[in-house]
């Protein structure tokens, strides 16, 4: 298996508060992403990394900030969480363009 | 606007036979596409890809159908195992520039003993 670390794997918050997960590769890849997966959506991208603090939006970015401050540390904030942010959050590393991802075994986010 | 589509939510086979899931992409600049498989409370796990410059790319069970014309992928697993039910995600990239993955919604495979 691929070393990806998701913290933590589970967490319940309340709606309004800041929320931040993490990614923990020690591959060295490149490239990180950061996708939910919802009932009916499949998984969506949220934000992605290309280096230490290169970073874009993905399909699904409102809400959510990220940092990469280090090759092997990607970081999804929560600004203020919202109910409809409940759901399963997956890490992906890959090593370049043109090659698999791998992914964490992700986190389950309720907002109550 | 949904770039990826698997429109078959689920499949159900009997042990043994062909597995076949299908995939349909709109944007012409994909020409990478990749098929995970998900297990319950478990992260998605990479199974094959195909680049699109081939048609065809096999691996023990598991084969990747491309048609570029058709913007329509498959995936073809034979012969089915009740340990190959899950879900499975297609997605596409592009080789270079754009870096990040498009997925599906998923199929649902169950596979009858």
């Known amino acids: 298996d691929a070393g990806i670390t998701q913290s933590p794997r589970h967490k319940v918050t309340e709606t309004g508060t800041p929320v931040t997960l993490r990614c923990h590769q020690t591959e060295n890849h490149r490239y990180m992403y950061w996708y939910r997966q919802d009932p009916g959506h499949g998984l969506r991208l949220i934000h992605y990394s290309y280096g230490v603090k290169d970073t874009d939006k993905g399909e699904v970015s409102d809400g959510y900030s990220v940092s990469r401050s280090k090759t092997e540390d990607f970081l999804l904030t929560l600004e203020s969480a919202t109910s409809s942010q409940t759901s399963v959050y997956f890490c992906?590393?890959?090593?370049?363009?043109?090659?698999?991802?791998?992914f964490g075994q992700g986190t389950r986010l309720t907002v109550v | 606007d949904q770039q990826v589509k698997q429109n078959s939510p689920s499949l159900s086979v009997q042990e043994g036979r062909i597995s076949i899931l299908n995939c349909d992409y709109t944007?012409?600049?994909?020409?990478?596409f990749l098929w995970y498989k998900k297990y319950p409370a478990e992260g998605p796990t990479f199974l094959i890809s195909?680049?699109?410059?081939?048609d065809k790319n096999e691996d023990g069970r598991f084969t990747v159908f491309l048609n570029k014309s058709a913007k329509h992928l498959s995936l073809h697993i034979v012969p089915s195992q009740p340990g190959d039910s899950a879900v499975y995600f297609c997605?596409?990239?592009?080789?270079?520039?754009?870096?990040?993955?498009?997925f599906g919604t998923g199929t649902r495979l169950k596979v009858l003993a």
């Open positions: 944007n012409s600049m994909f020409d990478y």
């Open positions: 997605a596409a990239s592009r080789a270079s520039g754009t870096y990040k993955y498009i």
């Open positions: 992906a590393i890959s090593e370049s363009e043109g090659t698999e991802a791998f």
């Open positions: 195909i680049s699109s410059i081939k």
